[in-house]
């Protein structure tokens, strides 16, 4: 399984980016998807997930209102909009997959992206 994150970019305070994740996988609609973040200095921390068939989420406190993941199974696909993005939100995104319906520890996800670099300026 290869999980291709793409989106990154530098974008201002206020801003918005959204980032992709391509899964080479062809049963992807069987699992359940995350994103993941790691700052400089920090240890990598889950940002949002979402079930197999899109109707669950599940967002850390500081994504939510902000952040939306969504997915797409007929692309093998999902995604992350980020609007309103602050500074303390720079990081490396990960996707990753996991083996449960949905999950918020890292412990259970299985397969992970290269990451995407996000960099919001003051």
């Known amino acids: 399984v290869q999980l291709q994150a793409s989106g990154g970019g530098l974008v201002q305070a206020g801003g918005s980016l959204s980032l992709s994740c391509a899964s080479s996988?062809?049963?992807?609609?069987?699992?359940?998807m995350g994103w993941f973040r790691k700052a400089p200095g920090k240890e990598r921390e889950f940002v949002a997930a979402?079930?197999?068939?899109?109707?669950?989420?599940e967002y850390t406190a500081s994504a939510k209102g902000r952040f939306t993941i969504s997915r797409d199974n007929a692309e093998n696909t999902v995604y992350l909009q980020m609007n309103s993005l602050k500074p303390e939100d720079t990081a490396v995104y990960y996707c990753a997959r996991t083996y449960k319906l949905y999950s918020v520890s890292e412990r259970e996800y299985d397969y992970w992206g290269q990451g995407t670099q996000v960099t919001v300026s003051s």
């Open positions: 996988e062809r049963t992807f609609s069987n699992y359940g």
């Open positions: 979402i079930s197999w068939s899109g109707t669950s989420t």
